[in-house]
């Protein structure tokens, strides 16, 4: 009989070890539920790093899947195909008017972001191609963007750096400001990081960059691979930024968006959607991908939406988010445990005091798939349709894991 550990070995003699992986091998998912190979069941409170934002196996995604297999897969960006465009029918709906590019991740919709703020440096007002991020922040593992995320780690052994890519210290406008100059082109950000360890801003920070960004002819792109498509309880974080400054632009809407993980449902799906006067300059032969908005996963990705509106998701979201927080920071088990409960609707970071030991060991022995970022921040992102009881459960349990730390 074939065992896990079977598996395991023949897995490790074959694929490229650059994932920490957990001695598990999961076999089956339905809604917030995973099973393994020896039928141990998991409650998943991390939706395979924000991915199946449905949960697992959602009916109306196989469906919207299987009809579209047996209809036509991929024919090449050269024609036209009706899935690509209503799924930016329904951004221009529900985020802002604009038009979208396909590709299948979220490094790829910064990449394709990053390469249009260039060429707009490049035609208005002279040479101008820096890229400004910030510090802790996350935006993939391309050459491109590990120069863009801010955190050397990610960079070391690959130099050398990709040139042009300034990080800055988060929260703090006058670093960003000080950082801009005559050749800055874009500044890049995440609405909420993730990676980082869930770290919001001041309103009015994010006020000031729009600002800076109207007044310098910077293009301003949010990253929103993680918050966006309803997990903050919004369907984009920055719809919930409500400017405080009513000197400044109150409603704070990037130049560009760009989307991953969430958007695909599990499927790989990149979006980078711009405002038009910007997506004009993307003519024929300035950037492309083969599979990029394949029918299936327009397909699917156009039903991720249908479900979230049919279902008005972005409310439960929001509901459990608030629910979570305050019962995590009323526990009196965890004071001393835990220094901060942070984050938007259903993206939660809680940071604990101390580094916790096997955390990640403990929380799979005991059936809670949760995710452990900057060292010792617990985020929970489960599926923001998961069922009311279900997430009360899984937060009482993870209290109990804290607690007996
Ligand atoms: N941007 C953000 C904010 C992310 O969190 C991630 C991945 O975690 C990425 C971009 C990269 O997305 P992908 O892994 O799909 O390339």
Redesign the pocket.
């Known amino acids: 009989m074939t065992t896990t550990a079977d598996i395991i070995e023949r897995g490790k003699a074959v694929l490229i070890g650059n994932y920490a992986r957990q001695p598990y091998v999961m076999v089956r998912g339905e809604g917030s539920l995973l099973w393994d190979a020896d039928g141990k069941q998991f409650l998943d409170l991390f939706a395979g ?2 991915g199946t934002v449905l949960g697992h196996c959602h009916p109306v995604l196989i469906e919207a899947a299987a009809r579209q297999a047996g209809a036509l897969w991929a024919v090449g960006n050269t024609f036209w195909t009706e899935p690509q465009i209503e799924l930016a029918e329904m951004l221009n709906r529900l985020a802002f008017a604009g038009q979208a590019f396909y590709c299948h ?6 990449e394709a972001a990053c390469k249009l703020a260039r060429l707009r440096g490049s035609q208005e007002g002279g040479n101008r191609w820096k890229i400004i991020s910030l510090d802790k ?5 391309t050459l491109a ?1 590990i120069a863009a995320t801010g955190n050397p780690n990610y960079r070391k052994g690959f130099g050398p750096e990709v040139p042009g890519f300034i990080n800055v210290e988060p929260g703090n406008f006058g670093a960003l400001e000080s950082a801009v100059d005559d050749q800055t082109c874009a500044v890049l950000m ?1 609405p909420i990081q ?2 980082g360890g869930v770290n919001q801003y001041p309103v009015d920070y994010v006020q000031r960059i729009r600002a800076l960004c109207d007044q310098r002819q910077i293009t301003l792109i949010f ?1 929103e ?3 966006g498509c309803g997990r903050t309880g919004h369907y984009f974080a920055h719809q919930g930024f409500q400017g405080t400054d009513d000197a400044l632009p109150t409603r704070i809407e990037p130049d560009i968006l ?1 989307l ?2 969430a958007i695909g449902g599990g499927l790989p799906v ?1 979006c980078m959607f711009a405002k038009p006067a910007l997506a004009k300059l993307l003519v024929p032969g300035t950037h492309g991908s083969t599979l990029g908005g394949n029918p299936i996963c327009m397909a699917v990705a156009r039903a991720v939406f249908h479900v979230i509106e049919r279902e008005n998701l972005t409310r439960h979201a929001a509901d459990l988010g608030t629910w979570a927080a305050q019962r995590l920071r009323k526990e009196g088990r965890l004071q001393g445990k835990v220094v901060q409960v942070r984050g938007q609707g259903l993206m939660i970071g809680i940071e604990l005091s101390a580094m916790p030991e096997k955390l990640m060991d403990r929380a799979l022995a005991a059936g809670l798939c949760i995710n452990l970022t900057a060292q010792k921040v617990i985020r929970l992102a489960p599926a923001i349709n998961i069922p009311t009881d279900t997430w009360k459960e899984g937060v009482e349990r993870v209290i109990d894991l804290i607690a007996a730390l």
Request: a negative charge; proline letters at 0%.
């Open positions: 790093f924000g991740s979220g490094a790829e919709a910064n922040s996350f935006h993939g593992r963007m995440e993730g990676e990253d691979v993680w918050t760009t991953g993980k990149g």
